[in-house]
């Protein structure tokens, strides 16, 4: 059985393990000072928060971290998924699902409007998932480096 805990200090190594996965699937990296930073914000829990997956044993096998923000089309904030990742060996159980609703019930008693995400076109195993449980709004996404 899986079960959603928030992110502690005494999580780093295997929160380190799982981030890292998720930035080497996306073929990216990142500074090991955005690193730090985003593990002391996700601590803090004030603008960013996380959460892990464990198996019945404990063992993380899962991690999602998302933020709220002002909309401009709704009076509520909206919640943004940022970052969703399942340990390769632990998928296809319904963690990924899981982590998603923990996020979704978070986003609802926050009073978010909505919950929304971005995801690579090309990841059709997660998109399986996403399709089942969300609407694909269609958008298509662009960013300009700073």
Known sequence: ????????????????????????????????????????????????????????????IGLVHWLTHPATWSTKPYCYLEDLFVDPEARGAGTGEALIAHVRDWARVFGAEKVYWLTAHDNTRARALYDRIATSTGFVHYEIEL
């Open 1 to 60: 059985m899986t079960s959603i805990t928030a992110i502690t200090a005494d999580d780093r190594p295997a929160w380190d393990a799982l981030f890292q996965a998720y930035i080497t699937f996306y073929e990216s990296e990142v500074p090991a000072p955005a690193v730090e930073s985003t593990f002391s914000r996700i601590l803090a829990d004030e603008h960013i928060h996380g959460a892990l997956a464990r198996d019945a044993d404990g063992r993380p």
